[in-house]
């Protein structure tokens, strides 16, 4: 087929000005997409009170129409869609707005893609995911998923291994994310990254039982001591905070959100960067990616989409929550022998090369996925 320039638009409810992994999947993929020179649209719910000044066209969904930032507008999108004229239709993440949406794409006959990240965690998100199975991710021509537990799941519901697709995440800017210099070893005080939303919907991530394993070895002798700065927003940040200073621990910091610069800087300092995930629904992972990039050795809970490529690359360390004993010793032993800590390093970057997790290469893989089902379409 010839590789011509194609019209892509991404449905993506979650967006710049927010962040978090979602919403830094579909912008970095919109960038890139763009560079490529497609033509290139995001349809978001989120709202933002200054111009947008990217390259690539943005429609902000009117207000009124969307229920906490999920959007219920479909008069609005399908003009959109007619405007635009896209040859594919990407879906990132689901968050039941689509649900109605998507029958209408078929008859339109678009081809439907959508990037799975994980199942929601609430009672109502549970319904929507179900209700999903059954309807959305059936109608879609393609299904991206991360991981391998992701794709054993949803060919266990009856989704056809020929509709998904895994590779994991959409890469990482490789050239952005990296360090000039390597952070010095200090044996007596390690410092320590978490990159976390800290709102009550990504409990999920582990700062509560972080903040309850560092409690539980307060003034215990484990042999080295620790800094955590912990990086991110949410309402529950100062409920944090608190659980911190009513414990008396002094020696976790919470930073807030980060710009770019300022976040690559702290990876940078760090000396590890832990990823406390406490449930599946950490999809991925791709702050512990971004760390790699960085060659920064990455301690990443068992939960996590991305310890099945740590462990199968041997790129960094993976535990169990509930045993933050075991993960203390296995620092322990670390200290004691750098050159592991290296060799994670090391292998880090190979995990990156040979799954091919830049974002050029992840995004020229999903580029040839549209390719593919434009040309079945276009010999029907």
Known sequence: MNMKKIRILIY?????????????????????LYREGHKVGVITAEQYDKNDEFEFEIFRLHKPFSVKRVNVNFIEVLNIIKMFRPDVFHINYQTGGENILIPLLKLMKIPIFITYHADHIST?????????????????????????RDKKKF????????????????????EKYKCNSK?????????????????DSHKYKGIQ??????????GKDIGFNFFINIIGNGNMKNFYENECIINHISNVNFLGDLKFNDLVNQICRSNFLILPSIDKAEGFGRVALEAISCGIPVIVSKYAG??????????????DPEKFDELINIIKNLLSNPQKIDEYINNGYRLISECGLSLKETTHKTVELYYSIIEKYNTM
């Not at 070893?185 to 709102?199: E, P, T, Y």
């Open 155 to 174: 060919m266990s519901r009856g989704i056809s291994d020929k509709r998904l697709k895994l590779f994991p995440f959409n890469g990482i800017d490789t």
């Open 306 to 319: 991305i310890a099945e490529l740590i462990q199968k690359y041997d790129a960094g360390v993976v535990y």
């Open 183 to 199: 952070p010095i070893l200090d044996k007596k005080l390690l410092h320590i990254i978490c990159i976390a939303r800290l709102d």
């Open 209 to 218: 039982k972080l903040i309850d394993n560092i409690k539980n070895i307060k």
């Open 12 to 32: 993506s409810d979650h967006f710049f000005p927010s962040i978090g992994g979602s919403e830094n999947y579909a912008l970095d993929l919109a960038n890139e």
């Open 124 to 148: 109502l998100g549970k319904i929507i995911d179900e209700l999903q199975l059954a309807t959305t991710f059936r109608f879609a021509n393609i299904i991206i998923v991360q991981s391998e």
